[in-house]
């Protein structure tokens, strides 16, 4: 049996451009094999970023200033060495790449944890439409059990 499209329902990609893993990130921080050495780079990245953005741009002290205003103390000396591959005892706890991201509003941080677990990250209000899609899937896999069941019933 054929589905019909269903052109009532929101399509959570309609408005998402195809998006490698880590969107935006050089390629020499995609490139990196150390985890932790991509996070560094990842994180200098999204602190440029913010800086050179035309609309509200921020600078690292603008950056450590909000990540603390928001509950974790940070300064912009402890940002310069989290986001250096050379400061090994210096890695960005997750309340502050937490803190980062909400601050810059530049979430490619998390994408790139989440591809290094072969995760993607959804908007929350795509949950109802992935849910959706999950039963009808369900649906169609207990309608076909019920089909086999009826056709083996009948043959014996």
Partial sequence: ???????????????????????????????TQVLE?????AVSE????????????????????????IGVPT??????DEAAQSKINHKISVARAVGL?????DYRLLDLVAAELDL???PRR???????AVLAEEIDEKTRKLQQLRKRRRHQ
């Fill in 1 to 31: 049996m054929v589905r019909k499209r269903d052109d009532r329902t929101l399509d959570i990609f309609s408005q998402r451009r195809p998006m490698a893993r880590g969107d935006g990130f050089s390629t020499r921080t995609l490139r």
């Fill in 37 to 41: 050495d991509k996070i560094s780079l």
């Fill in 46 to 69: 999204m602190l440029d970023t913010a800086k050179k953005r035309k609309t509200k741009p921020l600078t690292r002290e603008a950056v450590a200033e909000g990540i603390s205003d």
């Fill in 75 to 80: 300064t912009k000396n402890a940002l310069d």
């Fill in 101 to 105: 991201m909400k601050v810059t509003g």
């Fill in 120 to 122: 993607t990250i959804v």
């Fill in 126 to 132: 795509f949950m109802s439409v992935i849910d959706e």
